[in-house]
Structures are given as structure tokens and as C-alpha cells.
């Protein structure tokens, strides 16, 4: 089979396509024959050893496809099973291997590559809103990168909830995005100061919660961007890792709290993995979550998807198909 090795780690360079043998399954796994791979800031994560992988590796958590082969010990599936994960290994490949415990399956309605898409992101979104900062409907979050994967998904969710979402975008395309998916205010981040921005739409009360994949050049602004008694939830790291803080700053600006979550804890039981996807499959099926793929790349294409990723030229979901 076709698949990605990275042999080292570094720039998008470094993710080779190569020719070897499908992997088997072990006892509780399954093989899944891959018909789409969801791509992640977390996949750069593990290409440039942010997030270290023991070398070499085949990158890729986020998969959809259909069962091939069952590992010893599987009940509760057979080959031909549509189904994703956010758990699996070794996607960027035809055929990926994935915990039959991490597997969902996806129902008729929802097509292989929609729910490769929404997999980490949906997820990650889904927790956000409902678990991490329970959002209440009447309260104001700022959603940062809000025509991202993420971003657009949350949007929808947190519209849905009741919220008010500002949101901050870089170019007048993205910020059409955004509304589209239900942002109030749009704020451009890189044309003024967002934090300024946030507190004029707030009258200067500032938001409840901060939802913020970038990272470390927002990081001041969002945390100047909250009510007292506020959360800031920095969940990515898009314009790298956020510095060492000192709980001090917590304190001299309204005694915020701050929590990094991270999707494997909030997915961390069936009954909970199941609520998530069920919820946003349901949501899908039924017209009431728009899932925007940006576009989709070959699989000997992989390093020109990362550089895009990274480059902030995309919108939505990147496919990576096999």
C-alpha cells in the first residue's frame, strides 16, 4: 500500500511517500480501509517533534473509511462497517489502524468524507461549548480563527446554544465565512487591536469565555479580553506554544481561570465519544451543521496540504485523500 513515512522530523519536507506492506490488526484493533483522512494542526504537531512520535512514523489520527480486517478479541463489528475515528494511527495510508473502542460508526446519511472531517474538529468543538466553558445562551464568547476547521463549527454550535460569538478573522473572505456561519461581530484581527474591539462590543464588561486555537500571539489580547471571573480556554497552538505563565496575571486581571483542555480527555468513555459524534452526526443528518471542506489533497500531496495548513490559506476542513 501508499503511505507517508516521516523518517525525521522538520519541515513538510520530511513526509516521503512510500510503498509497504498493510499493517495488521493486533487484538482490539481493526483495519480500516482508508477513503478520507482529516488533516490536523496536531499532524504538524507530531511532524516538526512539538508533540514527539518514536521515529519512523505514518502520521494521521483522523480517518474514515470501512473495516477490512478485525484484530483478535473484536465483537460488535464486521468487515464492511463504515466508521471513523480521531484515535487512530498511522492514517495518512490506504489502509490505517484504529482501537475498535475508539471506533464510531457512521450512519447512511453522513457521507465517509464529511465525518473524516469532523472527527477531531467537531468534537473538539463539541466539548468545547457543552463541557469545558458550558455555554449558556444570553452569554458573549470570543472565538478566535473563526473561519478555521474549528472555528466555523464552533460557531454554529455556540449560535445554536443561544450565544453571542465574536469573532476575529484576517482577510474580508474569511470574515464572509465567518457570518455565514453565524458570527455577530467580526473583528480583524490583524488591522486592530481585538482586545479594544472586544471591549467596545462588550461595554467594556469584555467576554465570558475565550475560545482560542492560535496560541501564543493572542494569548495577551484574550486574556485582556475577559470579564472578570472570565475563562480562557487556549486550546491550539497554530502561531506556537503560549509561554510559561505565572498565575499572578490570573490574579491582576479579574481572577480569570485558564485550562488547556485537550480532546482525548473529554472522550475519554464510550458514553461519552458516542454522545459527541451522536450529537454532531444527528446535527449533520439533519441540515443543522454545515461542515465546510476547503479542498481536499492527493495522498503524495500531504506536504503541500501541511504547508497550506500552516500558512493559513485554508478555511474549513483539509481532506487528505488515499
Wanted: with cysteine; net charge negative.
Amino acid at each position: 500500500m501508499r503511505a507517508i513515512h516521516v523518517h525525521a522530523t522538520g519541515g513538510p519536507e520530511v513526509l516521503q511517500l512510500v510503498d509497504i506492506t498493510p499493517p495488521e490488526p493486533g487484538p482490539g484493533q481493526v483495519r480500516v480501509h482508508v477513503a478520507a483522512i482529516g488533516l490536523n494542526f496536531i499532524d504538524t504537531y507530531h511532524r516538526t517533534g512539538l508533540y514527539k512520535l518514536p521515529l519512523p512514523f505514518t502520521p494521521g489520527m483522523e480517518f474514515a473509511g470501512t473495516i477490512d480486517a478485525l484484530g483478535a478479541g473484536v465483537t460488535g463489528w464486521t468487515v464492511g462497517d463504515r466508521v471513523a475515528t480521531a484515535s487512530g494511527a498511522g492514517g495518512y495510508a490506504e489502509y490505517a489502524l484504529a482501537p475498535a473502542e475508539r471506533l464510531v460508526a457512521v450512519p447512511a446519511e453522513v457521507a465517509l468524507n464529511q465525518a473524516a472531517a469532523v472527527m477531531l474538529q467537531g468534537m473538539t468543538a463539541h466539548y468545547l461549548v457543552t463541557s469545558t466553558y458550558p455555554l449558556q445562551s444570553g452569554e458573549t464568547c470570543l472565538v478566535h480563527a473563526a473561519a478555521g476547521g474549528v472555528g466555523l463549527l464552533l460557531v454554529q454550535m455556540a449560535k445554536a446554544i443561544g450565544a453571542r460569538v465574536i469573532g476575529t478573522v484576517s482577510t474580508e473572505a474569511k470574515a464572509a465565512l465567518a457570518r455565514g456561519a453565524g458570527v455577530d461581530e467580526v473583528v480583524f484581527y490583524t488591522r486592530e487591536s481585538f482586545p479594544q474591539r472586544v471591549r467596545e462590543l462588550t461595554d467594556g464588561r469584555g467576554v465570558d469565555v475565550v475560545y482560542d486555537s492560535v496560541g501564543a500571539t493572542t494569548w495577551e489580547g484574550s486574556l485582556d479580553s475577559l470579564r472578570p471571573r472570565g475563562m480562557m480556554v487556549t486550546f491550539g497552538n497554530a502561531s506556537g506554544p503560549v509561554p510559561p505563565v505565572s498565575p499572578l496575571v490570573l490574579s491582576s486581571k479579574g481572577s480569570l481561570f485558564l485550562t488547556r483542555p485537550t480532546l482525548a480527555n473529554y472522550i475519554a468513555t464510550s458514553e461519552e465519544l458516542a454522545w459527541r459524534t451522536g450529537d454532531i452526526f444527528a446535527w449533520i443528518g439533519s441540515g443543522n451543521l454545515n461542515v465546510r471542506i476547503d479542498r481536499s489533497y492527493a495522498l503524495a500531496d500531504a506536504a503541500a496540504a501541511h504547508r497550506a495548513l500552516e500558512g493559513r490559506e485554508t478555511t474549513g476542513k483539509v481532506l487528505i485523500l488515499p
